[in-house]
C-alpha cells in the first residue's frame, strides 16, 4: 500500500497495482459520486437561478420569508440559518478530526467524534424539519389574483405586515370541508382557508389602515406598497385566500419560490439525512473494532468525504437561497 | 496513502503546528466568514445594493465570493484535496467548474431573454 509499484520499470504499468492518482479505489469511486452529485445539485441551483431571473421584477425576498427562529417571537431574518450553518461545518470539523484519530489508530476519539458528527446531523435535520413545517404553516396569509399573483397586506401606519387575522371580517354565513366521506365519488375538496375572499374583502374595505403589497420589486429593492385607493381597485381581482405554502400555491410570492425550496432544501436534507444513516453504520463499526482489525480507517475517510460534500452544498444553497 | 499533511493555508502566510490544529483554524475562519455573510445580508450597507457590476448588485457578487472562499477551505482542508495529488484535484475540480461555469451562462443568458419578452410583450402576466 505504501510503497507499491512506483516507476520502477515501465512494462509492468499495465500489470496492476499502478496507483496514478495515488488514491485507493474506494476513495477515487467515492470522488466520481461527489463530481456527479456536485452536478445534479447545481443543476438544481441553475435551474433556481434561471427562474429568479425570469422573475427578476416579483421574487419574494428571502429575508422576508425566513424570519423565525424556535421559541422566539419577533423577526429575525436569517439568523437561524445561520446557526444551522454552523452546525453543519461544526459537524464536518469533528468528522475532520475523526479521519485524523483513524490516520493515528486512536479508536476512542475516533468513536467520540464520530458520535459528535453524528448529533450535529441529526440537530440539522431537525431543524430542517422545522423550517419546512414553518413555511408550510405560513404566518400572515395573503390573496391570490386571477393572474396568480400574490398580494399581501401591510398596516400603513406602522408598515409592518398585517396577518388576514387581524382585519378580515367574521361574515355569517356556512362553510363545510368538504372530506373524502362525504363525497359520492370520494372525491376530496381541498382543505378551507380560515376566511373567505369576501371576508378579507369586506375587512379591507372596512379597516382604512390596511393597505396592498404586490410581488413588484420596487427601485429600492422592497415591495411595492399600493395606495388605499390602488389597494380598493386591487382586490377585485382576488380569487383566493393563501396560507401557508404548498407545491402550488404559497402565500411568499411567486409558485416557484416553494417549489424550490422543497426541492433543493428537500433534496439537500435527504442527503444529509443518509449521511446520518451511514455515520451511524460506520460509528458501530468502529465500535465493533472493524477497523481496528482491517488495520486502516478508510471507511471514515470515505464517508467524511460524503459528509463534507454534504457541507460544501449547503453552503451554496444558503448563499443561493437566502443570502442573495 | 501518505498521511503527511501540508499544514499551511493562506498561501503559506499561517502555519499550523499539526493537523488538528489546521482543523480548528479552518474553522475559526470559515466561522469568521459566515458571520460576515449574515451581517452583510441583515444590514444591507445602501453603498453595495444601489451600485451594480455586470447586472448585479455588488453585494450579491461579494456573497458569491465569499462562498467560494468557503468552498475552496472545505475542499482543500476538509476533503484533503491540499494532499492529494495534483492530477487527481484537478480532475475533480476543474471539471465541475467548467460543467457548471457553462450551464449557469446558458441558463441565466436565456431567463433573461424571457424577461424581457414577458415586460415588453403584449400580454399582460399581471392581473
Known sequence: METSVTTASEGRVWGGGNRPLDASYGKLMMWFFIVSDALTFSGFLASYGFSRFKFIETWPIADEVFTHVPFFHGNF????????TFILIMSSVTMVLAVDAGHKMIQKKVILYMFLTIIGGAIFVGSQAWEW?????????????????????????TGERAALADFAKTLPGERVDHERRNGIWFYQDKALPSFTVNEVTEG?????????????????????????????????DATEVVEGANLIHNEYGSRLFADFFFFITGFHGFHVFSGVVINIIIFFNIIL????RRGHYEMVEKVGLYWHFVDLVWVFVFTFFYLV | MAHEHKLEIFRGLLKFKSNTQKIWGVLVFLTIVTGVEVVLGITKPYVLTSNTFVGMKILNWIFIALTLVKAYYIA??????????????????????????????????EADYI???????FVTWDF
Do not use: C
Not at chain 1, 473494532?289 to 481496528?292: H, V
Not at chain 2, 424577461?115 to 410583450?121: C, M
Open chain 2, 76 to 109: 482543500w482542508d476538509f476533503m484533503h484535496l491540499r494532499d492529494e495529488k495534483n492530477s487527481l484535484r484537478r480532475a475533480v475540480v476543474w471539471t465541475p467548474i467548467f460543467l457548471v461555469s457553462y450551464l449557469i451562462f446558458i441558463l441565466l443568458y
Open chain 1, 133 to 157: 413545517a414553518t413555511f408550510i404553516k405560513g404566518d400572515y396569509g395573503a390573496i391570490e389574483t386571477k393572474g396568480g399573483r400574490i398580494l399581501q397586506f401591510v398596516k400603513a401606519d
Open chain 1, 77 to 84: 431574518p436569517m439568523y437561524y440559518v445561520a446557526f444551522m
Open chain 1, 289 to 292: 473494532g472493524t477497523y481496528e
Open chain 2, 115 to 121: 424577461y424581457t419578452v414577458f415586460r415588453d410583450g
Open chain 1, 204 to 236: 379591507l374595505l372596512a379597516n382604512p389602515n390596511i393597505l396592498i403589497r404586490t410581488e413588484t420589486i420596487t427601485e429600492a429593492g422592497e415591495k411595492q406598497l399600493l395606495t388605499r385607493e390602488e389597494s380598493l381597485t386591487r382586490i377585485k
